[in-house]
């Protein structure tokens, strides 16, 4: 984030991020990439000692009491040091933590959420399963009430973390007679009998972030674990996709930052036709154009984090959020294609981690919502801030601003 916008509190523990980072060995980058380590449990727990993970949660709960801003610092500068340590440090350190914290009960927030905040344990999400993935409400996984606690039954899969979840955040249907967003209810599901885990994907990028298949077969979930009201997981699900889909964004930007810094030192130095080869425009205007799209990125999320604080209500916000996460991943897939680019032939290759950035972006803009369902939710929400931007008109209306404006019987409409 930049520093102009930052207070000192944002900045302290944006330089915490990244003393972090610097600390994290080689190989473990290079061995979660060859899918020789499936999770990397000790990055999470160095993050839980520092108190770096939920840092917007009240102090009382293990965070640090501070605000969107900070988290967005703190998330572009864990992407820096690989995309699937953000999304890693994201999933239990800002969705499943939100959950807890926004509607759970005091006894989970104790069990569940300052654990998870110290690094003591760790924790899934569940939501996409075999059948879909943006059709969330349309899950298959049932949970039937048995008196003191429910049968839980079903898979989920592309779970992140999964292999090391010590427990999960499941959403399933709890009255299979209602409309689809009124019989579905969140629950905390521990790893116990009839839970299983198997890391069997093949995956283009994001290696190492323990991505697995869920199974539930029968499972025994305690009423007590039931998060927010009975059948009303649509209320635990909204609240989760302003961390899920800012949080994305601003981690994003991060990921992308070291391919456009390496690719700005290597035309510095390359040399070809007797010159470097950023004098060339072809090059430095590639370079130019990730440069600018990165601040762009930047001043969206910042202005969204504040949005988000301003509470400026929910239809506005998940619109400037949906809108954010579209713009900022395809953005920055956009930088690294132009760092790419520029290198030439030794981008492509594993001489410089270019070629492992471009292989984990491509996750940006699938996962915690395809950016087509991003648009679809910025569309609807435009629509309806028009209407009523319309029906109130506080602004000056330019339509009437034309000289044949009065042609009303130009204006056909049907």
């Known amino acids: 984030m930049f520093d102009f916008v930052l207070g000192d509190a944002h900045r302290k523990i944006r330089d915490e991020a990244r003393e972090l980072v610097k600390s994290v060995p080689r190989e473990l980058v290079l061995d979660m990439d060859r899918d020789k380590v499936?999770?990397?449990?000790?990055?999470?727990?160095?993050?839980?000692?520092?108190?770096?993970?939920?840092?917007?949660?009240?102090p009382e709960l293990g965070g640090r009491g501070l605000d969107w801003v900070a988290t967005a610092a703190v998330l572009e500068e864990i992407g820096a040091l690989g995309y699937i340590f953000a999304c890693v440090f994201g999933v239990g350190a800002e969705l499943v933590c939100d959950a807890i914290a926004l509607h759970g009960t005091d006894d989970q927030k104790e069990r569940y959420l300052r654990p998870l905040l110290r690094g003591e344990i760790f924790a899934a999400e569940c939501l996409t399963e075999p059948r879909g993935g943006s059709?969330?409400?349309?899950?298959?996984?049932?949970?039937?009430?048995?008196?003191?606690?429910?049968?839980?039954?079903?898979?989920?899969?592309?779970?992140?973390?999964?292999?090391?979840?010590?427990?999960?955040?499941?959403y399933a249907r709890t009255d299979p007679s209602a409309e689809p967003q009124r019989g579905i209810s969140c629950m905390l599901v521990d790893r116990g009998p009839g839970v299983e885990t198997s890391y069997i994907y093949g995956l283009m990028g994001c290696r190492g972030g323990g991505a697995s298949r869920v199974s539930f077969k029968d499972v025994r979930v305690p009423k007590a674990n039931l998060?927010?009201?009975?059948?009303?997981?649509?209320?635990?699900?909204?609240?989760?996709?302003?961390?899920?889909?800012?949080?994305?964004?601003?981690?994003?930007?991060?990921?992308?930052?070291?391919?456009?810094?390496?690719?700005?030192?290597?035309?510095?130095?390359?040399?070809?036709?007797?010159?470097?080869?950023?004098r060339f425009q072809g090059v430095s205007f590639q370079v130019a154009d990730?440069?600018?799209?990165?601040?762009?990125?930047?001043?969206?999320?910042?202005?969204?984090?504040?949005?988000?604080?301003?509470?400026?209500?929910?239809?506005?916000?998940?619109?400037?959020?949906?809108?954010t996460k579209?713009?900022?991943?395809?953005?920055?897939?956009?930088?690294?294609?132009?760092?790419?680019?520029?290198?030439?032939?030794?981008?492509?290759?594993?001489?410089?981690?270019?070629?492992?950035?471009?292989?984990?972006?491509?996750?940006?803009?699938?996962?915690?919502?395809?950016?087509?369902?991003?648009?679809?939710?910025?569309?609807?929400?435009?629509?309806?801030?028009?209407?009523?931007?319309?029906?109130?008109?506080?602004?000056?209306?330019?339509?009437?601003?034309?000289?044949?404006?009065?042609?009303?019987?130009?204006?056909?409409?049907?």
């Open 135 to 170: 059709d969330f409400f349309g899950t298959t996984t049932i949970a039937e009430d048995r008196g003191d606690h429910f049968l839980l039954r079903g898979q989920k899969r592309f779970i992140v973390g999964g292999t090391a979840a010590d427990f999960f955040l499941v």
């Open 290 to 323: 990730g440069a600018m799209l990165l601040d762009a990125s930047r001043a969206m999320v910042h202005s969204t984090c504040l949005a988000v604080q301003a509470n400026v209500g929910p239809n506005r916000v998940r619109r400037l959020v949906s809108e």
């Open 326 to 414: 579209k713009f900022v991943t395809e953005s920055c897939q956009e930088v690294v294609e132009h760092a790419m680019q520029v290198m030439g032939g030794i981008g492509y290759t594993n001489v410089y981690p270019v070629e492992r950035i471009h292989r984990d972006l491509r996750l940006a803009s699938i996962w915690t919502g395809t950016n087509e369902v991003m648009s679809m939710i910025t569309a609807s929400e435009w629509y309806r801030e028009s209407r009523e931007h319309d029906a109130a008109r506080r602004s000056r209306d330019p339509e009437p601003d034309a000289e044949q404006a009065g042609a009303v019987e130009e204006k056909v409409f049907e």
């Open 38 to 58: 499936d999770f990397p449990r000790v990055f999470l727990r160095e993050a839980g000692r520092r108190n770096l993970l939920g840092c917007r949660y009240a």
């Open 227 to 278: 998060v927010g009201a009975l059948n009303g997981g649509a209320a635990v699900f909204d609240t989760m996709m302003i961390p899920e889909r800012l949080g994305t964004a601003a981690m994003t930007i991060g990921a992308a930052r070291p391919a456009l810094e390496i690719a700005t030192r290597y035309t510095s130095k390359r040399k070809a036709f007797g010159q470097p080869i950023n």
